[in-house]
């Protein structure tokens, strides 16, 4: 049997916002309930629906699968004036697409449990409002569906494409690695960041069944490491300082984007007559403002005077 392990730290009751309901990501529904959807003359009771496309069949993967149909921009095809969910109200919660059902919850499978969190896209999930969920671990069993398998805790984990660890060593370095993400130690979340990848990197070049040892003395990442694989600290010193933008319609393709497949260079390849290159001789277009201070030190360099007109360095 396998188990379920809830972040014991997440908060979560639904607010009822519906801002769930009006995202743009795909709602899958699976063949079973779409043919539920189809015996239901819809436009009867709910006129917004009369007439409407329900659901499509889209391409995912190298497959199709069937997605609810959305109106007036993202919002769900399935969502009522009163901010309620008309499938739920007709048909009932076991009748929503599996995914409305545990959003929002995620479940990460794991070799011995499946991990579950939330999807921060969520506001009451942002402003962890409500009971913790730990405290809600029925409800989420009963919405969350297990992966299939059983428990396995001798199996190895491929750490690189070519190494693979033992699993006990291979959680020790995730929590060892999730550590530097710790908020209260300080620092930017690059910097956090990249202490991770150092420990991971340096992971990558001990012996496997080594690993779970060095964690335990603590040879892993020191602050040389992680400095090493820190970001450039100006963008126009980095070795491609440049940005790319592109167009609207190719986000279909960009989603199926796979390294397997050369990853954006296929796309670009692909599109190489229609790629037009622009020349800039400030390097304020390759800014990452990810942090009020990352924009109060743009404005200091970039921008002065009253008409906050653009200048170089």
């Keep these: 049997m396998r188990l379920q392990v809830i972040d014991p730290d997440l908060r979560f009751e639904c607010t009822g916002c519906a801002r769930c309901c009006r995202q743009p990501f795909r709602v899958i529904i699976d063949p079973q309930r779409a043919a539920a959807l189809d015996r239901v003359d819809w436009g009867a009771e709910f006129p917004s629906l009369a007439g409407r496309q329900l659901y499509k069949k889209v391409r995912q993967g190298r497959g199709t699968v069937l997605e ?6 993202s919002a769900c095809v399935f969502l009522d004036v009163d901010g309620r969910c008309i499938i739920h109200k007709k048909l009932g919660f076991a009748a ?3 995914m409305c059902q545990q959003f929002p919850y995620i479940a990460a499978p794991g070799g011995d449990a499946d991990y579950v969190s939330a999807n921060y896209g969520c506001k009451a999930i ?11 671990a029925e409800e989420v069993r009963l919405t969350v569906p297990l992966t299939p398998g059983c428990v396995n805790g001798t199996r190895e984990v491929l750490l690189t494409p070519e190494k693979a660890v033992p699993r006990p060593a291979a959680r020790a370095l995730l929590d060892l690695a999730a550590g530097f993400l710790d908020p209260s130690d300080g620092g930017s979340i690059v910097q956090r960041l990249a202490g991770a990848l150092a420990t ?3 992971a990558a070049q ?4 080594r690993l779970l040892e060095a964690i335990h003395q603590g040879e892993l990442a020191t602050e040389p490491d992680a400095e090493r694989c820190r970001p450039f600290d100006r963008p126009a010193r980095a070795p491609m ?8 319609t ?22 190489a007559n229609d790629v037009l290159e622009v020349e800039f001789d400030s390097a304020v277009v390759l800014l990452d403002l990810n942090r009020p ?3 109060e030190a743009a404005k200091a360099t970039y921008f002065s005077g009253p008409e906050a007109s653009l200048r170089s360095p």
Excluded: C, N, W
């Design 96 to 98: 929503k697409p599996q």
């Design 250 to 271: 190719l986000f279909p393709e960009l989603r199926e984007v796979r390294e397997a497949t050369e990853g954006l260079r296929a796309v670009m390849e692909r599109h």
């Design 126 to 136: 942002q402003e962890q409002r409500g009971p913790r969920v730990s405290d809600q």
């Design 200 to 202: 991971l990197e340096k």
């Design 206 to 209: 001990i012996e496997p069944l």
């Design 293 to 295: 201070e990352d924009y």
């Design 241 to 248: 300082p440049s940005r790319f933008l592109f167009a609207a």
């Design 68 to 73: 609810l149909a959305k109106v007036e921009g």
